[in-house]
Every structure is written in C-alpha cells, then in structure tokens.
C-alpha cells in the first residue's frame, strides 16, 4: 500500500521562505513521479511542480516558475519543495502525490496520473 505524507508548512511572512518535504512509501516501480499540488481557499486545486524521480526530469506550472524548486531529498522516496519569496496569493493547502509508470513516462505531470494523495499541508504567507 502505497503512502504519501508531506510536512514542512507553516505560517510565513512575505517574502519569506518554506521547505515543504513528500515521503512516499510502499511505491512498486522505480519510474515514478512526485507532482505537488495546491488548493487555495475557494479555488480549484491547481499543479505546480513535478519531478520524475526515475531520471530527474521536473516541470514548474508559470505561476509557480523562479519561485518554486522541487527536489530529491536526501532519504530514499523523498521530495523537497523549496518554496521562496512567498507571496500571500501562495497560501493553500499543498499537497503532495505520487504516480507510478511501468516505464520511463513520456507525461508526469497531468493530474490524473497520480493516484496517491497525502493529507496536505497547510501553508498561509500573511503579515
């Protein structure tokens, strides 16, 4: 069974940062893929970053691009998103998910893909 648990959110101010961490377990296959998604209050969930965690490949959403860095973390199935310059439209609850490919994937990124959803974590950026 598959586990997604991300933490690292927090109350920031402007201009600040956050480092928000995803550890998934129980993945099957080596090719997979961490997408990081956010909800803000009264809006769709929206996709801002991914990586292939097979071959390294990321992909940022515009809104997010300069801003956001997403990584591998120094644990095994761990992803870090490093989140700078925090603009209060950032506040959202993130979430971190996981998709699994039986090969190396052509797309990572389109939300359908990920089948495995953490509880989220919530960030607000306020003075």
């Known amino acids: 069974q598959v586990h997604v648990v991300e933490s690292g959110g927090g109350l920031v101010q402007p201009g600040g940062s956050l480092r928000l961490s995803c550890a998934a377990s129980g993945l099957l296959f080596s090719n997979y893929a961490i997408g990081w998604f956010r909800r803000a209050p009264g809006k769709e969930r929206e996709g801002v970053a991914y990586?292939?965690?097979?071959?390294?490949?990321?992909y940022y959403e515009d809104s997010v691009k300069g801003r956001f860095t997403i990584s591998g973390g120094d644990a095994k199935n761990t992803v870090i998103l490093q989140i700078n310059d925090l603009k209060p439209e950032d506040t959202a609850v993130y979430y971190c998910?996981?998709?699994?490919?039986?090969?190396?994937?052509?797309?990572?990124?389109?939300?359908?893909?990920?089948?495995?959803w953490g509880q989220g974590t919530q960030v607000t950026v306020s003075s």
């Open positions: 990586i292939s965690a097979s071959d390294g490949r990321t």
């Open positions: 998910a996981a998709a699994e490919f039986t090969e190396r994937p052509t797309d990572f990124t389109s939300s359908y893909l990920f089948h495995y």
